[in-house]
């Protein structure tokens, strides 16, 4: 177990730096490829934004019901398409780092509530999930949308929604790849004896994941506001991220 939770670490350290961000490259892709290319990017970065999938992973994890699935994760995506078009095509903007720490807690927030937290640890009753859902779906849309700014959408209105939707339709069709594997992986699992003796520790195994997220956004978002308290070069500091910068931008054109 402890193999298995630093493994995790390492995983999530290596992965923050290519989490989320925009590049030049994707920039003149959007530029050159239009809303097709919005599309893609959209798919890509919703495979690829592990807070999402966690969170997602976390909602469908005892859910063994087709009605349920759907309710759940229809939910979800009215919430995230909601703040996405939105926010994005009204310029609503806030600290990504900080706005995705939120989402980590979303993670370690559904992951507590799989494991009876709220009824074990603080003697009360869950809140109403279907809501909590919808609320985190609202804050995950932000976050997406914050990304989604950094990107040339056009001057006029028009082709600015259009670039928004198509973004937006990326992100489902992502979703629902995503989605699918999760579907397959927990239905095999379920099938097996282990599910239920292991069930417990892989939602303690995702709030320690959701719980590593935090602690790196956070530590982005107070180098963006109080970098000189860090006590350590801020040159140095300054080429690190530069580095890390530069490594992103050749993962994502690759990619592209």
Do not use: C
């Amino acid at each position: 177990m402890k193999v298995f939770f630093l493994v995790t670490s390492l995983i999530l350290m290596s992965t923050a730096m290519y989490g989320h961000g925009i590049s030049e490259a994707d920039m003149q892709a959007m530029i050159d490829g239009g809303n097709l290319r919005y599309i893609w990017l959209g798919t890509t970065h919703m495979l690829t934004g592990y807070d999402h999938l966690l969170f997602l992973f976390g909602v469908v994890f005892f859910l063994t019901t087709t009605k349920d699935i759907i309710k759940f994760v229809t939910i979800f995506t009215i919430g995230h398409s909601i703040t996405l078009i939105f926010a994005t095509f009204m310029s609503i903007n806030a600290n990504y780092y900080l706005i995705d720490a939120v989402i980590a807690i979303s993670v370690i927030y559904k992951a507590f509530d799989n494991n009876k937290g709220f009824q074990s640890y603080l003697g009360v009753k869950s809140p109403n999930l279907l809501l909590m859902v919808l609320i985190f779906g609202l804050i995950h849309g932000f976050g997406l949308s914050t990304r989604l700014q950094q990107l040339p959408l056009g001057e006029q209105n028009w082709d600015m929604l259009l670039r928004i939707i198509s973004f937006n339709v990326g992100v489902e069709l992502g979703q629902i790849v995503a989605l699918i594997f999760m579907l397959i992986i927990l239905t095999q699992w379920r099938k097996r004896e282990s599910f239920l003796r292991l069930s417990r520790v892989a939602n303690h195994a995702l709030m320690f994941a959701g719980f590593m997220l935090f602690l790196m956004q956070m530590h982005g978002y107070l180098h963006t506001t109080n970098e000189e308290e860090f006590g350590f070069n801020k040159d140095a500091h300054h080429h690190i991220h530069m580095d890390m910068e530069a490594k992103e931008k050749e993962y994502v054109y690759d990619s592209l």
